[in-house]
């Protein structure tokens, strides 16, 4: 079983709809949860960063973990064509341990 | 300020061969790590580099190796180059490692036939 399990998708939107993007957890040792976003040809880079449970607001973003259920969420409201990209969840035990992604395409 | 940069962008190996990457970090910052990424097994840890020396090890054979440079630049080397190795492979750098935000170069993508 992978640290970090997540859906790979494609996921398909239309623009303006709500985004749920979800991963789960094993080690119950994490305390560090993040969110990387992968453009087409590009390296990841930090969308949002949240330590322990609960929530977490920026802009159209929300970051959400519940330790309870070793659950992480990422919502984006009002979702933008711009937002099509790889969704990298992330955390953070010995080293940084990355979900596969989720492929979020945002469709005007 | 310059961000992460690595070399080559793009090569092409055959089974059997060597090849080392480069990644030069953004300035400053002391710590890199590698990774290698492919779309069945995602983003997966190689080695984190700090101040020259291996901070942290991920679970790759020994054919995959690294090392830091005095001026915080890193290569890494993977040797007796298999098909399964194929790859975008990442350099991240951050300021002092840890738990801090990982930076990343937009990879070297190696395809071995």
């Known amino acids: 079983q992978k640290e970090v399990e997540q859906d790979p998708g494609p996921l398909s939107v239309p623009e303006g709809a709500i985004v749920s993007l979800n991963c789960t957890y094993s080690?119950?040792?994490?305390?560090?949860f993040m969110w990387y976003r992968q453009y087409s040809r590009k390296g990841p880079e930090l969308l949002m960063y949240?330590?322990?449970?609960g929530n977490k607001e920026d802009g159209r973003f929300t970051a959400q973990v519940d330790k309870s259920s070793k659950y992480i969420s990422l919502f984006i409201r009002d979702s933008q064509p711009s937002d099509s990209a790889t969704y990298l969840c992330?955390?953070?035990?010995?080293?940084?341990?990355f979900g596969p992604g989720t492929r979020l395409s945002v469709l005007p | 300020k310059a961000g992460v940069t690595q070399t080559p962008r793009y090569l092409i190996k055959t089974r059997g061969q060597q090849v080392t990457l480069s990644c030069s970090p953004i300035?400053?910052?002391?710590?890199v790590s590698w990774y290698q990424q492919t779309p069945g097994q995602g983003l997966q840890f190689l080695f984190e580099?700090?101040?020259?020396?291996?901070?942290n090890k991920g679970n790759f054979p020994g054919r995959f190796s690294g090392r830091q440079f005095s001026n915080s630049r890193s290569e890494m080397n993977v040797s007796t180059l298999e098909l399964g190795d194929s790859a975008l492979y990442l350099c991240?750098?951050?300021?002092?490692?840890?738990?801090?935000?990982?930076?990343f170069g937009e990879g070297s993508r190696l395809t071995v036939l």
């Open positions: 991240a750098s951050s300021l002092a490692g840890g738990i801090g935000e990982l930076f």
């Open positions: 080690n119950s040792a994490f305390q560090y």
């Open positions: 949240t330590y322990s449970s």
């Open positions: 992330a955390s953070y035990g010995q080293n940084f341990v």
């Open positions: 300035s400053g910052h002391r710590s």
């Open positions: 580099y700090f101040s020259e020396t291996q901070r």
